[in-house]
């Protein structure tokens, strides 16, 4: 049972566009979600969160968008850098004790120059 | 601040063989975390801690995995006879009880099974 979805398994951009990350989620529990990057070799690393409360948080050149009423969540870069080539993941956790999180399987993002 | 320290980062075993990985976590930081990746694969949660005790390992194959965290500090991960399935980047992360941090993730241990 796949609770966070992520279809696209890679999407490339040439440097200096957007870059739209797209994540779907089906348990109405989550409130609160989270965007991670990983390089090769390292651990994920988070970049950006964004609470059931609110349907936008920014920072920086990245932008995370939220639909509770579709669940679905999107990650926006602009503009996108070679540097921001890595694997993305999303991330969701739910209104109980543990707050573990769930994630997707993953975009892998390639920006090219 | 020094980040999530795991080790070690490469392990080659035989099946039905034993292994063990390592996780420092930040300091301070209440809540642990053991995520298994496999190939192609999201983080998946196998336990987490909070201080020394379990909140969760609803998904951590009892059989043979075992974990432990002494002192509500380091955390040791255990598989115990190893299988080919077993193959995985070994997580750990580790976060303050806010969630809004979310976590901070080690470089894992990069487990082949063969």
């Known amino acids: 049972d796949q609770q966070v979805k992520q279809n696209s398994p890679s999407l490339s951009v040439q440097e200096g566009r957007i870059s739209i990350l797209n994540c779907d989620y089906t348990n109405s529990m989550f409130d609160y979600f989270l965007w991670y990057k990983k390089y090769p070799a390292e651990g994920p690393t988070f970049l950006i969160s964004?609470?059931?409360?609110?349907d936008k948080n920014e920072d920086g050149r990245f932008t995370v968008f939220l639909n509770k009423s579709a669940k679905h969540l999107s990650l926006h870069i602009v503009p996108s850098q070679p540097g921001d080539s890595a694997v993305y993941f999303c991330a969701a956790s739910g209104r109980t004790g543990t707050y573990k999180y769930i994630f997707g399987t993953g975009t892998r993002l390639k920006v090219l120059a | 601040e020094a980040g999530v320290a795991q080790s070690p980062r490469y392990k080659i075993i035989e099946k039905r063989q034993s292994v063990a990985f390592w996780c420092n976590p930040i300091s301070g930081h209440a809540t642990l975390y053991w995520y298994q990746q496999i190939l192609g694969q999201g983080p998946k949660l196998l336990i987490q801690?909070?201080?020394?005790?379990?909140?969760?390992d609803s998904q951590l194959p009892k059989d043979r995995f075992s974990a432990e965290r002494l002192k509500g500090v380091d955390s040791t991960l255990k598989i115990q006879p190893a299988k080919l399935e077993d193959s995985a980047v070994y997580l750990c992360?580790?976060?303050?009880?806010?969630?809004?941090?979310?976590?901070?993730f080690g470089s894992g241990t990069r487990l082949t099974v063969v």
């Open positions: 992360a580790s976060s303050p009880l806010d969630r809004s941090y979310g976590y901070t």
């Open positions: 801690f909070q201080n020394n005790g379990v909140v969760d």
């Open positions: 964004i609470s059931s409360i609110k």
